[in-house]
């Protein structure tokens, strides 16, 4: 079962622009991650918010987090027609002792050069 | 550290048939995950394993499907008499789960996948 709901599902936009991606989730959580998808190959980690942390950056990554909302944002500044591909929200309950994740349906961002 | 590695990375067989399939973790990882993923959906959770001891099967995983680790370290992911429904990319991943502040806050690492193709 899917944790929560990311919007848009797409988005297309030119090189140089931002993009934004939304999560929403149901339960509360432990962490919430961020992963990117090339299209047929696995997942690669992009960052970790904790749930007592509201705002994190990594390079020309924003994540944020609202717990209250159970809302997450990731947003990619001056993109780069590299940056195409699915981005997934990934979520951790802090009654699981396993670390499983739980992940979202995923936004397919495409930018254009 | 060479990641998680995955074989084969493509799998075509007939319905009914048996399959397996292999997953490498980073050396060190001593957490093991199986996901399924179809297209254009998130991965789901199917199994994982902390060293050789399988500690979680979500519902998904039904009779026919058995996961393995008998070493703690690499693992196996075996499907009996395929049905077309289980047409899917097989991703694993590892991790290394560290304490911060009582909690086990850890990233996953993915290898590539295996995608079967059930005819």
């Known amino acids: 079962s899917q944790q929560g709901e990311e919007d848009p599902q797409a988005l297309s936009i030119q090189e140089g622009e931002n993009a934004t991606m939304n999560c929403s989730y149901k339960?509360?959580?432990?962490?919430l991650q961020w992963y990117r998808q090339n299209s047929g190959r696995g997942l690669v980690h992009l960052i970790l918010?904790?749930?007592?942390?509201r705002e994190k950056h990594s390079g020309r990554l924003r994540v944020t987090l609202d717990t209250s909302k159970k809302s997450s944002s990731l947003l990619i500044t001056a993109s780069r027609a590299a940056d195409t591909a699915s981005y997934f929200c990934?979520?951790?309950?802090?009654?699981?002792?396993?670390?499983?994740?739980?992940f979202g349906q995923g936004t397919e961002l495409s930018v254009k050069p | 550290d060479t990641g998680v590695s995955q074989n084969p990375r493509h799998k075509i067989t007939k319905r009914g048939q048996n399959v397996t399939f292999r997953c490498d973790p980073i050396s060190e990882h001593n957490r093991l995950y199986w996901y399924r993923q179809t297209l254009g959906q998130g991965p789901e959770f199917l199994t994982y394993f902390q060293n050789e001891a399988q500690l979680e099967k979500s519902r998904l995983l039904s009779d026919r499907f058995s996961a393995e680790r008998p070493k703690g370290s690499f693992s196996t992911l075996e499907i009996q008499r395929t049905e077309q429904g289980d047409s899917a990319m097989y991703l694993c991943?590892?991790?290394?789960?560290?304490?911060?502040?009582?909690?086990?806050?850890?990233?996953?690492?993915f290898g590539s996948g295996t995608q079967l193709s059930v005819l």
């Open positions: 991943a590892s991790s290394s789960a560290k304490r911060y502040k009582g909690r086990i806050n850890e990233k996953l690492f």
């Open positions: 339960t509360s959580i432990n962490n």
């Open positions: 918010i904790r749930s007592n942390e």
């Open positions: 990934a979520t951790v309950s802090p009654y699981n002792q396993g670390g499983k994740l739980i």
